[in-house]
């Protein structure tokens, strides 16, 4: 399986990577985004681009894909609709239109986020901006498409999140996870849980096309 992952750099597409990188059916990686990592491994090929809008001078580099996971991401803290819709909703919605035109048979698979609004309706901005990429990309022409939504997410191996309050947060929760996770095995993930879910469900697929986490857990 080759794989195109959006986001290898924050916490979730460091798991994500993580896990691909480890199983063998995946054969290759091509990470798209606007810096390097540092990633040095025979499956890995990285494409940089300043521009995630505009993909109209890599066309050629992006057929022949099985699955996207596209992993990239803000927190809405601090952020203007405008400015979190550019990042949410339109840099999402070019990559998969370019990719659904190039591979119709690739399987897209997205991180939303738990409680995320479906009618586009709500008070909330983040959630409804989070439910009209869903919406669209669930109309997009893949061969299939799934919307995850986790809540809690633990990294595990090495793995830190890039945004501060998120790394304070998990040092102060940090004593409190494995109870967390005993009390709510199905709600709590982990980097790992949630990399070899989206490896799974791309190579098998799943009974829903949106997913909570308790739907995540026994994927």
């Not at 109209?56 to 596209?70: I, N, T």
């Not at 304070?168 to 494995?178: D, K, T």
Request: hydrophobic share 40%; with cysteine; charged share 20%.
């Amino acid at each position: 399986m080759d794989v195109i992952l959006f986001g290898a750099s924050g916490m979730i597409g460091q798991g994500v990577l993580r896990e691909c990188l480890l199983d063998p059916d995946v054969e290759r990686v091509l990470a798209i985004g606007r810096s390097a990592t540092a990633t040095d491994h025979p499956k890995f090929h990285e494409l940089v681009l300043k521009n995630l809008l505009d993909y109209s001078g890599v066309e050629s580099q992006l057929s022949g894909f099985d699955a996207c996971f596209f992993c990239l991401g803000v927190s809405s803290a601090g952020m203007s609709e405008q400015d979190y819709r550019r990042v949410t909703y339109d840099i999402t919605i070019a990559a998969a239109s370019t990719l659904a035109r190039l591979n119709p048979q690739m399987t897209f698979v997205f991180i939303s986020g738990a409680g995320t609004d479906s009618s586009e309706r709500g008070r909330t901005m983040w959630a409804r901006i989070k439910g009209q990429t869903e919406n669209e990309l669930l109309r997009k022409p893949f061969k299939d498409a799934y919307m995850l939504r986790p809540g809690v997410i633990v990294p595990l191996h090495g793995i830190k999140s890039r945004t501060t309050v998120y790394r304070v947060a998990y040092s102060v929760m940090s004593p409190l996870l494995p109870l967390l996770r005993a009390l709510f095995p199905s709600s709590v993930l982990t980097t790992e849980q949630l990399g070899r879910a989206m490896i799974k469900i791309a190579r098998q697929g799943a009974p829903k096309r949106v997913l909570e986490a308790s739907d995540i857990s026994r994927v």
